[in-house]
């Protein structure tokens, strides 16, 4: 069965500096990749994917992250984290029909 | 946008009690989901529908049931409540069409459920 891995459940950095969020999945055949973005109050947003070609993939509000095979990662990174980036974000691996997410991490930006 | 809909923000209930959780959405899509999510376990898939009055188990049904007599309309029931069900639960949808490569969960904003 597939899952995935955030190894840290909270990160604080401060604004303008860069981050670097970690995602290990584990699954059998080529994985679907995605990372989505809870804020405050809100319902879970997709920030981006990966399905085929690219390993580096580009998402909305200037984040990006890189598919590793060979590490079986898939983390998540900004060049410069703006305070409107505290949120919780999960990583999460598509088997099928389900969608199987990590844990999550809290990222907390300080001014 | 599309339009993911539940009915409740926060509900608080009574050990025993059945409950339902209602979610709409507006944008005719097929796939509807029904998620947990508890702090440091992330989201935990408890029950999906790809159809009318068609559902799929996920990882976590035990407890739960659900409800699609409607293509917008998805419905969670907890027969009898327990105080391991208080959690945030959230629906989503999505669609098929275009392709997996295309597909999209939405979800909706979450009802915070706390069983006394």
């Known amino acids: 069965a597939q899952s995935v891995t955030q190894p840290d459940i909270h990160i604080t950095v401060s604004e303008g500096a860069s981050l670097e969020l970690r995602c290990n999945y584990s699954?059998?055949?080529?994985?679907?990749l995605f990372w989505y973005v809870q804020s405050p109050g809100q319902g879970l947003q997709l920030l981006l994917k990966?399905?085929?070609?690219?390993?580096l993939v580009q998402g909305i509000k200037g984040f990006e992250a890189e598919f590793k095979r060979s590490q079986s990662s898939f983390n998540l990174r900004k060049p410069s984290v703006h305070w409107s980036d505290a949120a919780e974000y999960f990583c999460?691996?598509?088997?099928?029909?389900?969608?199987?997410f990590g844990g999550g991490t809290r990222l907390m930006v300080k001014p | 946008d599309v339009k993911v809909t539940q009915s409740s923000r926060y509900l608080v209930k009574r050990t025993g009690e059945k409950v339902f959780l209602e979610c709409v959405q507006d944008m005719d899509h097929e796939n509807m989901f029904w998620y947990r999510q508890d702090p440091g376990l992330g989201l935990r898939l408890i029950y999906f529908?790809?159809?009318?009055?068609?559902?799929e188990k996920g990882d976590i049904p035990e407890g739960y049931s659900v409800s699609r007599e409607k293509k917008e309309r998805f419905s969670l029931i907890l027969e009898s409540a327990s105080t391991n069900q208080t959690s945030m639960y959230l629906c989503a949808s999505s669609s098929p069409a275009g392709g997996r490569a295309n597909e999209k969960l939405f979800f909706g904003s979450g009802t915070q459920l706390s069983v006394l």
């Open positions: 699954y059998g055949a080529t994985p679907y």
């Open positions: 999460a691996v598509r088997a099928g029909n389900m969608l199987t």
């Open positions: 990966y399905f085929s070609g690219d390993t």
């Open positions: 529908s790809y159809d009318v009055k068609m559902k």
